[in-house]
């Protein structure tokens, strides 16, 4: 299994629509989580951090439930723009993965006119 | 300022070739790792630094070498790669090497090997 799991895509949708990305994790005692974004051939970019009691970021809604271990993303009213690739990202759990990056395989969205 | 730049944005190599990618970041960041990405695949770990030690290797191959001259540069020292090495080596920085601190990423340079 994955240690981190993402919903395989491609999504596309038009503008103004509401999409949801959901990912899992493997291991419990996993410390932080976030969402990034990776547009074609450009370099990830934090898009937000995802925290227990649920966090929002203007159309950007993320949430965390640690007892079942998944994390979800919503984007709210689409823009053209939010085309590109969101990754799930989970730091590690302590030992030799304190603080280690480990990267969903990515879930691609493109919103079309 | 949240940037981390990377030198070259592009290069191209032989097999038999020497060259190094530099990265830098002025947020005093006491954290800086490697990634290597293939094309739609995700970001994989390579070293990460802490404190300008290493701290973590990947089991990476000894033709890649990094190396941390001081808490504000990284480099990657690069010898007889081989056309698989072919991919975008990303840069990033983090407060420090652990916990929960955000790591920011370069823009990368994209690297083929002939």
């Known amino acids: 299994r994955k240690e981190v799991e993402q919903d395989p895509g491609p999504f596309n949708v038009p503008e103004g629509a509401t999409v949801a990305f959901n990912c899992t994790y493997s291991n419990s005692a996993s410390q932080s989580f976030f969402w990034y974004r990776q547009d074609c051939r450009k370099e990830p970019k934090l898009l937000m951090s995802v925290y227990s009691s649920g966090n929002e970021d203007g159309r950007f809604t993320a949430q965390l439930n640690r007892a079942s271990q998944y994390i979800s993303l919503l984007i709210r009213d689409s823009k053209l723009s939010d085309s590109a690739t969101y990754l799930c990202?989970?730091?590690?759990?302590?030992?030799?993965?304190?603080?280690?990056?480990?990267f969903g395989q990515g879930t691609i969205l493109t919103v079309h006119p | 300022d949240t940037e981390v730049t990377q030198t070259p944005k592009h290069l191209v190599m032989g097999m038999t070739n020497k060259k190094s990618l530099k990265c830098e970041q002025h947020?005093?960041?006491?954290?800086m790792y490697w990634y290597k990405q293939k094309a739609k695949k995700p970001p994989e770990l390579m070293f990460v630094y802490s404190y300008e030690k290493l701290s973590i290797n990947e089991s990476v191959p000894s033709r890649f070498s990094p190396e941390c001259p001081n808490s504000s540069l990284l480099n990657l020292h690069l010898h007889a790669l081989q056309p698989e090495d072919s991919a975008l080596y990303l840069c990033?920085?983090?407060?420090?090497?652990?916990?929960?601190?955000?790591?920011?990423f370069g823009p990368g340079t994209r690297l083929t090997v002939l």
């Open positions: 947020m005093g960041h006491r954290a």
């Open positions: 990033a920085s983090s407060q420090v090497a652990g916990g929960t601190d955000t790591q920011y």
């Open positions: 990202v989970v730091t590690g759990a302590g030992g030799t993965s304190y603080g280690k990056l480990t």
